[in-house]
């Protein structure tokens, strides 16, 4: 939970910077236009000053040394650059700040090669030909400080033009304010920096226009800017900096202002001034804090009021999901009985239309002497199948075998299943020719599927067994091969040619032909029809259960009995994938022929 407040806490303080940003670019344009407008007022007094012999608008008082004619000019390009580096809509013109910037670094730079080697460069010459003399020290000349801050505020402006919003730009911006303001503070306190030396001091107006011109620079570059993005937006830093800091620098500035007056005005005794300026400053430290604690704490008592507020909000809205899950959940549960009820009905239905009962051949002999015996299983993996079998009497003596593996699972492939029941019911008068029937049921379920949109196919074998004739016919439609076992030589035998599967499936081609082929049978003989799902098995390894496999299984179990048979092969497969039931669909059909020819 605290690193929640915490990211939100600084998702908040961001988010405020970003809108004061949005919300004050005018305030902080105006404020960087007055400040360059008054470094340029102050330059242009300096020249007017030096042109008309009026001292006192370059120095302020007469016991202050004057700002340079060169510094005049230098803050005149400075000032100059910056206007044009705010009001510049095309590159050219800020090209041509940046051109100016880099003129004033030159200058500076070139001062302070001057003072550092004593190398008289002339430069000022041309304004001040004979200065005069400020205590040991020339007037209008330029101080060593005021180049080292022409050269801070040159490359400032520089950086600030190409990289606008940079933390380089503001560092070096904030250096330069930072010495007019320490120059501006000797003078607050009645002591001049470098008054009575040999280096030229830096002049009351010359500071004062370093502070307008970095303080125009600091606010072109927006609250986005540094040091400027600490200060903006609610955040509780932001807050604090803006309560504490211009409070406690105006109280350490107005305590040694004060000292010093007091002191040199009405004596004052020290210890009394100290104790008088403590409690002051205590009083004005503990009004600040208050008025602090109010604005954090309000800000704090609105974050945590939202946060209960969301969190009541939250609290609520899981309710009502949680209602309108447990009344989705009730509605699916209902919709899931349903379905289990329809898919209930559904294969009670499809459990009807296979065979309850085989026929007997002859149909009027008595019960265990039918020439052919039959056996079935019939696994489905879901509710509903797409594998189907039929077993019908043709005649007195001959009796068709049909099976058939539909595409998929579910109540799609179940009701393909029940289309191709009703074809061949449709089809009954052709059903002594296998491959006719095949080719017949193919072109009508390509018609149905083709007038529904859907792609579907099933593989299918089709065999007819007469005993009088003593053998039997078949066709093949893609489907498994299925064996023939002798009983009594234990051979075993896919039917067709060679091993796989033969022929086209049904439902893709209409033009696809099936050939019916011929076998001879004897008694003894065992017929055994299935579908893939009975051999498409996997082990735990990997490994699949092959139709060649099958054939080996049913061979080794040969000399049971057919019904024997084959529950031993149903449970050898199992055991081969150690799982209790298929992954797909199975139906196996047995028919063994007890008498023939």
Same mark, same amino acid.
């Given at each position: ?20 940003? &949005? ?8 404020? *960087? ?6 470094? +340029? ?16 608008? *370059? ?42 910037? *880099? ?40 101080? #060593?400080?005021?180049?080292?801050? @022409? ?41 001049? %920096? &470098? ?24 606010? /072109? ?41 007091? +002191? ?7 210890? %009394?001034? /100290? ?82 009962? @085989?026929?007997?051949? #002859? ?10 015996? @039959?056996?079935?299983?019939? @696994? ?12 019908? #009497? ?15 699972? $579910? ?66 439609? $893609?489907?498994?091969? #299925? ?74 179990? /040969? ?39």
């Amino acid at each position: 939970m605290a690193e929640t407040d915490a990211s939100t806490s600084s998702d908040e303080g961001e988010h405020a910077t970003k809108t004061a940003a &949005l919300h004050l670019p005018r305030l902080h344009t105006h404020i *960087a236009l007055v400040g360059a407008l008054l470094t +340029l007022t102050l330059s242009f007094l300096t020249l007017a000053a030096w042109m008309g012999g009026w001292p006192l608008l *370059a120095s302020v008082r007469a016991r202050y040394i004057p700002m340079a004619p060169s510094t005049a000019l230098c803050f005149t390009l400075l000032g100059g650059s910056l206007l044009l580096q705010l009001r510049a809509t095309r590159s050219g013109l800020r090209a041509l700040a940046v051109v100016i910037a *880099a003129v004033v670094s030159s200058i500076a730079v070139m001062k302070l090669v001057e003072f550092g080697t004593g190398w008289r460069i002339g430069l000022e010459e041309l304004l001040i030909r004979n200065p005069e003399m400020f205590g040991s020290v020339p007037t209008g000349r330029m101080s #060593p400080v005021t180049a080292g801050n @022409f050269l801070l505020g040159g490359v400032a402006l520089i950086l600030a033009t190409l990289r606008p919003r940079s933390w380089a730009a503001g560092a070096t911006a904030f250096a330069m304010t930072t010495v007019s303001l320490i120059v501006l503070l000797g003078y607050w306190y009645g002591s001049p %920096l &470098l008054y009575g030396g040999t280096i030229i001091p830096v002049a009351m107006t010359t500071a004062a226009a370093f502070l307008c011109f970095g303080t125009a620079l600091l606010a /072109s570059q927006g609250p986005t800017g540094w040091p400027l993005r600490y200060f903006v937006g609610r955040s509780t830093r932001a807050l604090l900096l803006r309560s504490f800091l211009p409070v406690t620098v105006a109280a350490v500035l107005i305590d040694g202002a004060v000292r010093n007056w007091a +002191l040199t005005r009405f004596h004052v005794n020290p210890v %009394l001034l /100290s104790a008088l300026a403590a409690l002051a400053f205590a009083a004005l430290l503990g009004y600040v804090i208050a008025h602090v604690a109010a604005l954090v704490g309000g800000h704090l008592d609105r974050a945590e009021a939202a946060r209960r507020q969301a969190q009541e909000e939250l609290r609520a809205l899981n309710e009502e999901l949680e209602q309108r899950v447990i009344k989705r959940t009730q509605e699916l549960r209902e919709k899931n009985e349903q379905m289990e009820q329809e898919l209930h009905m559904a294969r009670e239905l499809q459990l009807a239309m296979l065979p309850q009962k @085989f026929p007997r051949v #002859p149909p009027d002999c008595a019960k265990g002497e039918s020439a052919l015996k @039959f056996f079935s299983f019939y @696994f489905p993996t879901g509710g509903v199948s797409g594998d189907y079998f039929d077993v019908m #009497p043709l005649s007195d003596n001959a009796v068709g075998i049909f099976i058939c593996d539909v595409m998929g699972h $579910g109540v799609r492939a179940a009701l393909v299943t029940a289309m191709m029941r009703a074809l061949i019911g449709e089809e009954a008068s052709r059903a002594r020719d296998p491959g006719e029937l095949l080719g017949r049921i193919n072109r009508a379920m390509i018609g149905s599927l083709r007038q529904s949109g859907s792609t579907m196919f099933a593989t299918a074998f089709y065999l007819v067994a007469d005993v009088d004739r003593g053998e039997v016919l078949y066709a093949n439609a $893609g489907h498994p091969q #299925p064996l023939r076992l002798n009983q009594r030589t234990r051979r075993v035998h896919p039917m067709g040619n060679g091993n796989g599967n033969a022929g086209r499936a049904l439902g893709l081609f209409e033009d696809a032909t099936y050939e019916t082929k011929r076998e001879d049978i004897s008694a003894g003989d065992f017929f055994m029809l299935f579908t893939d799902g009975l051999f498409e098995v996997e082990n735990p390894s990997g490994d699949l259960f092959s139709h060649e496999q099958l054939a080996e299984v049913v061979k080794n179990r /040969s000399h049971e009995s057919p019904h024997d048979l084959l529950q031993r092969v149903l449970g050898d497969v199992r055991a081969f994938s150690e799982h209790a039931e298929f992954d797909d669909d199975v139906c196996l059909i047995g028919m063994e022929v007890r008498r023939a020819g």
